[in-house]
T-cell receptor
Framework: QKEVEQNSGPLSVPEGAIASLNCTYS??????FFWYRQYSGKSPELIMS????GDKEDGRFTAQLNKASQYVSLLIRDSQPSDSATYLC???????????FGKGITLSVRP | NAGVTQTPKFRILKIGQSMTLQCAQD?????MYWYRQDPGMGLKLIYY???????DKGEVPNGYNVSRSTTEDFPLRLELAAPSQTSVYFC??????????FGPGTRLTVT
């Protein structure tokens, strides 16, 4: 099993819809969870971090963490064309808590 | 704060040439990383450092070397460049909360 897995994508949603991005991880001891956004030709940009079970909201973004089921998700409400990008899930894995990235999922928001 | 800076932004190398990719951060982070990202692919860890004088290999270290003489700087050395090293290289540093911040990247072409 890969350490951090994301849906293969791509994901396409209409403008104004909710985009749901999912991520599962293998290490039950993982403590820190992150979502990054990467526009084409740019570097990844941290958009959400979450450290405890439950929901964390920041503007139109909500991160959800369920450690028992080993998944973390990102909801984007009222999706905009400017949200079109690749979203990377990242999780601290292993004894030295090294950050491990999923392969990313490309989101396209249709006007 | 400038955050994480990288130079150069672009470079074309001939096969067999060598070069150093520069990376600096002004956030006093102990942890620093080098990744490569091939087109349409995820991030692959080349080398990382947990502090000045301490470096370790990631998943794809062959053909690269690093040094960490100060907290701020983490240069990546390419020896005997090969076409397989054509990629975009990202440097990153990590806060104590494991939030990782990326530089703008160096786009390298080896011909």
């Amino acid at each position: 099993q890969k350490e951090v897995e994301q849906n293969s994508g791509p994901l396409s949603v209409p403008e104004g819809a909710i985009a749901s991005l999912n991520c599962t991880y293998s290490d039950r001891g993982s403590q820190s969870f992150f979502w990054y956004r990467q526009y084409s030709g740019k570097s990844p940009e941290l958009i959400m971090s979450i450290y405890s079970n439950g929901d964390k909201e920041d503007g139109r973004f909500t991160a959800q963490l369920n450690k028992a089921s080993q998944y973390v998700s990102l909801l984007i409400r009222d999706s905009q064309p400017s949200d079109s990008a690749t979203y990377l899930c990242a999780v601290t894995i292993g004894a030295n808590s090294k950050l491990t990235f999923g392969k990313g999922i490309t989101l396209s928001v249709r006007p | 704060n400038a955050g994480v800076t990288q130079t150069p932004k672009f470079r074309i190398l001939k096969i067999g040439q060598s070069m150093t990719l520069q990376c600096a951060q002004d956030m006093n982070h102990n942890y620093m990383y080098w990744y490569r990202q091939d087109p349409g692919m995820g991030l692959k860890l080349i080398y990382y450092s947990v502090g000045a004088g301490i470096t370790d290999k990631g998943e794809v270290p062959n053909g690269y070397n690093v040094s960490r003489s100060t907290t701020e700087d983490f240069p990546l050395r390419l020896e005997l460049a090969a076409p397989s090293q054509t990629s975009v290289y990202f440097c990153a540093s990590t806060s104590p909360l494991r939030e990782q911040y990326f530089g703008p990247g160096t786009r390298l072409t080896v011909t």
